[in-house]
């Protein structure tokens, strides 16, 4: 049977989410990044931070992506959290610079840290990993404090 070549195979996809003012982020690994796979992933992370007492999402910015961009799911997944959709303008990923940042250290510290045997383990070591950046990870832009301690006790 010949192979789809539209499917790429060996890609998954790191979806996340990161709270402007915790830094508190959520993250998930998803097997593509259609809209209706970005807007289920968005009421799970909106899910988790109100788990946290971030209870209410004001906006959203995201980049440029078609997924996001002119997706019907993601569009009504964005008015469910009664929450304004922004754009960050074409070609400038600074103005979404804290999930960027996140992603960068997510890529050094938990994707190519270590050497993983299978994706099934690299996959596994995520939510320890991101359990570990929440809570204890100290941040620079937190003086030094986790992003859990900027959260009110629930």
Same mark, same amino acid.
């Given at each position: 049977m010949p192979r789809?070549?539209?499917?790429?195979? #060996?890609?998954d996809y790191v979806h996340s989410v990161v709270d402007d003012h915790s830094r508190l982020a959520y993250c998930e690994i998803l097997p593509d990044e259609t809209g209706s796979t970005c807007a289920a992933f968005l009421l799970r992370a909106a899910g988790y931070l109100a788990g946290h007492g971030i209870t209410r999402i004001e906006r959203l910015i995201t980049d440029n992506h078609w997924s996001y961009r002119r997706s019907n799911d993601m569009a009504r997944a964005v008015a469910q959290l #009664? &929450? =304004?959709?922004?754009?960050?303008?074409?070609?400038?990923? !600074? %103005?979404? #610079?804290?999930?960027? =940042?996140?992603n960068r250290t997510l890529q050094v510290e938990w &994707?190519? =840290? %270590?050497?993983? $045997?299978?994706n099934t383990e690299r996959a596994t070591a995520l939510a320890p !990993? $991101?359990?570990?950046?929440?809570t204890q990870r100290r941040h620079t832009a937190l003086g030094g404090l986790p992003p859990a301690s900027r959260l009110s006790p629930t």
């Amino acid at each position: 049977m010949p192979r789809n070549p539209t499917v790429k195979v #060996g890609y998954d996809y790191v979806h996340s989410v990161v709270d402007d003012h915790s830094r508190l982020a959520y993250c998930e690994i998803l097997p593509d990044e259609t809209g209706s796979t970005c807007a289920a992933f968005l009421l799970r992370a909106a899910g988790y931070l109100a788990g946290h007492g971030i209870t209410r999402i004001e906006r959203l910015i995201t980049d440029n992506h078609w997924s996001y961009r002119r997706s019907n799911d993601m569009a009504r997944a964005v008015a469910q959290l #009664g &929450a =304004r959709h922004k754009f960050i303008q074409p070609h400038c990923p !600074w %103005q979404n #610079g804290k999930v960027e =940042r996140f992603n960068r250290t997510l890529q050094v510290e938990w &994707a190519y =840290r %270590q050497m993983f $045997l299978s994706n099934t383990e690299r996959a596994t070591a995520l939510a320890p !990993w $991101l359990e570990f950046y929440n809570t204890q990870r100290r941040h620079t832009a937190l003086g030094g404090l986790p992003p859990a301690s900027r959260l009110s006790p629930t």
